[in-house]
C-alpha cells in the first residue's frame, strides 16, 4: 500500500492502481485542455472571416453545398457573398476555409514549401492510396523529392508527350462522333474527359496503352472509384474516424480499389527495375530518348538525390499514383470548366476556333508538336 499523504489527503492509503488512475486522468485532463485552448486560439484566429448562417451546432454546414448542379448554384452565391473568403465548419470543430479572390490566394501559392498549410483532414483520407508522394508530403521531404523529379519535367522528355495527348484526345473525338451518329443528344463531359486524360497520363507513366477510352478497365476504374470514396467520405462527419469507416462497405471498398491501384503499380516497377541495366545508364537514356519512349517510372528508378541515393519502390509508387490522381482529376476539371465556358459564350468559342486554326493553317493536327 502506499501513502497519499503527498498530495495533502492524509494518511490515506492507495493501491497502485489507484495512483494509475489518477495519472491516466490528469494526463487525458491535460490533453484535453491543450486541445480546448488550441481550438479557442483557432477561433479567434479565424473571427477576420465571414461565415454563413449553420445549420446547427453540431453540423456546422454539413450539407450546405452538395455535389449537385443546386450545390453548385449555392456555392456561386456564396462566392458572390463573401468575395474575398468565408470559413465554414465540418461539424463542431474543423474548419474550411474559402478563398475567393486573387489576392488571398496568391499569399498561399507564395509560401514556401516549409510553411504552405495542407488540408491534413482531406489529405488524410488520400494518406493509404497516395503515401507520401509530393501531394501529401511537406517539409524537407517535399523539397528533396521535387529536386529529384525536376528531370521529369524537362523540355526533351515533356515534348515527346504531344503526340500521346494527340493520340488519346482523338479516340475520345471518334467516340463522341460515335456516339452522335447513334442518336445521343447529351454526353458527361466530365467522364469522358477524366477517361482522356488517365488514358493518357497511363501511357506517360507508366508506357501502359489499357484502351481504357474504348473500354472497361480494372485499374482506372479503381483509380475512379477511390476519387469518388474520397469526396464522398469528406462529406460524412463521422467517417472522418479510420476505426469506423473501414467497418462500413465504403471502406472496405477503398481497400480493395487501393490493393488493385498498388499491385499494378507495384508490377510496373519491378519489371522496369528487371530491365534497367546494371551500367551505362547514359547509353540507356539516350537510347529511351531516341525512341521517345522515356515515361515517368523510368525517370524516377534514375533520379538521385545529391548523396546518390535512389527513390525506394514505396516512393516511386507513391510519385506514381500521385500522378495519376492529381493529373487526372485536376486536368479533366480544368478542360471540363473551359469546354463550359466556352459553350456559355459561343464568340470567344469563335475567337478560340479562329486562333486554334491560324496555328494549325497548312499543317494536319498530326503534325502539332510542341
Not at 486522468?25 to 479567434?44: G, I, P, Q
Not at 454546414?61 to 465554414?88: C, I, M, N
Not at 538521385?304 to 514505396?314: A, N, P
Amino acid at each position: 500500500m502506499l501513502s497519499l499523504s503527498w498530495l495533502g489527503l492524509g494518511q490515506v492509503a492507495a493501491s497502485p492502481w489507484l495512483l494509475l488512475l489518477l495519472v491516466g486522468v490528469s494526463w487525458l485532463l491535460a490533453r484535453v485542455l491543450a486541445w480546448s485552448y488550441s481550438f479557442y486560439d483557432t477561433c479567434c484566429r479565424l473571427r477576420c472571416f465571414p461565415q454563413p448562417p449553420k445549420r446547427n451546432w453540431f453540423w456546422g454546414h454539413l450539407g450546405l453545398v452538395h455535389p449537385t448542379e443546386q450545390g453548385l448554384r449555392v456555392l456561386t452565391q456564396l462566392v458572390a457573398t463573401y468575395s474575398k473568403g468565408f470559413v465554414t465548419w465540418l461539424g463542431p470543430t474543423i474548419p474550411l476555409i474559402t478563398l475567393c479572390h486573387p489576392d488571398m490566394i496568391r499569399t498561399i501559392t507564395n509560401a514556401s514549401a516549409a510553411i504552405a498549410p495542407k488540408d491534413t483532414v482531406f489529405y488524410s483520407f488520400l494518406k493509404p492510396w497516395l503515401g507520401d508522394g509530393l501531394l501529401l508530403s511537406a517539409g524537407d521531404k517535399w523539397s528533396s523529392h521535387r529536386r529529384m523529379l525536376t528531370p521529369a519535367f524537362h523540355f526533351n522528355i515533356l515534348k515527346h508527350y504531344v503526340k500521346i495527348f494527340n493520340d488519346s484526345v482523338n479516340v475520345m473525338h471518334a467516340k463522341w462522333k460515335r456516339l452522335v451518329s447513334e442518336g445521343s443528344t447529351r454526353l458527361d463531359m466530365f467522364e469522358h474527359i477524366s477517361l482522356m486524360t488517365l488514358d493518357s497520363l497511363q501511357k506517360c507513366v507508366f508506357s501502359f496503352d489499357s484502351n481504357c477510352q474504348e473500354k472497361p478497365s480494372e485499374y482506372i476504374a479503381a483509380i475512379l472509384e477511390l476519387s469518388a470514396l474520397v469526396a464522398k467520405r469528406h462529406q460524412q462527419i463521422f467517417m472522418h474516424m479510420d476505426f469506423l469507416y473501414y467497418l462500413t462497405p465504403d471502406g472496405q471498398r477503398f481497400r480493395r480499389a487501393c490493393r488493385l491501384v498498388h499491385n499494378f503499380t507495384d508490377a510496373v516497377i519491378q519489371e522496369r527495375r528487371r530491365t534497367l541495366p546494371d551500367e551505362g545508364v547514359d547509353d540507356f537514356l539516350k537510347a529511351k530518348a531516341k525512341a521517345k519512349t522515356l515515361d515517368f517510372i523510368d525517370v524516377l528508378l534514375l533520379t538521385k538525390d545529391k548523396d546518390g541515393k535512389q527513390l525506394s519502390d514505396e516512393d516511386i509508387r507513391a510519385e506514381a499514383d500521385t500522378f495519376m490522381f492529381g493529373g487526372h482529376d485536376t486536368t479533366a476539371s480544368g478542360l471540363s470548366w473551359v469546354l463550359y465556358n466556352l459553350a456559355k459564350h459561343p464568340e470567344y468559342q469563335e475567337r478560340c476556333r479562329q486562333r486554334v486554326q491560324e496555328l494549325l493553317r497548312d499543317r494536319e493536327p498530326k503534325e502539332i508538336e510542341w
